[in-house]
């Protein structure tokens, strides 16, 4: 009889799995990921500057010397923990976010053609902003959960924080712990920052099942 409430706490922390075309979900969900993870790998083979939270990881790997992919996964996975006093429910969404961008860029990495000619490097940070528009289109708009990072984010505004004082508060600190590490700040942590958004709310109609009604919630 003990077992039953501890089964229905666990049950409460679980994101239940949409009943219609979940299959479809999951496929659009993997690909989306993997064009996340795809984009993150160009914008460090630009080594133009990568996102706030992408600094971190790159300040991680430089004063660990693990590969910034299983980085990713690891602080994936420290933050999922964070969910816990945050009561925030995990999806399946969650879980492939935890796992599948860290393993793309752990594959790809900065292994794409290296070139000292900024103009193809250029076009290397903008591709990769575009293909983690795209990724996050398809990675929300399959409505199998957030990722971890705004899963933190989105548990504080629930605690009575504005999302914009959250977001920006997380965004800042990483930052800055990525920068004190020796992560790389540029003119790509630039252009993530205020191009990520824009180029999302453009494609995520576009990437939507359609007709579907489920919640969706925001993407890395």
Known sequence: MPAAPATTRWRSLLLPLPHDRLPERVVRCLIGLSLFGFGISCFLTAELGVAPWDVFHQGLERKTGIPIGIIIEITGVFILLLWIPLRERVGLGT???????????????????HTDLLALRVLY????????????????????????????????????????VARTAIELGVLAAGLALGGTVGIGTVAFTFGIGPL????????RLRGDSTVLATAH
């Open 95 to 113: 879980l492939l976010n935890a796992v599948q961008i860290g393993l793309v860029v752990f594959l790809i990495g900065d292994r794409l053609p």
């Open 125 to 164: 940070m903008f591709g990769g902003l575009l293909s983690i528009a795209v990724g996050s289109g398809l990675y929300i708009g399959a409505g199998l959960g957030s990722g971890p990072r705004d899963g933190l984010m989105l548990g504080l505004s629930k605690r009575g924080i504005s999302v914009r």
């Open 200 to 207: 999302v709310q453009v494609f995520l109609p576009r990437m």
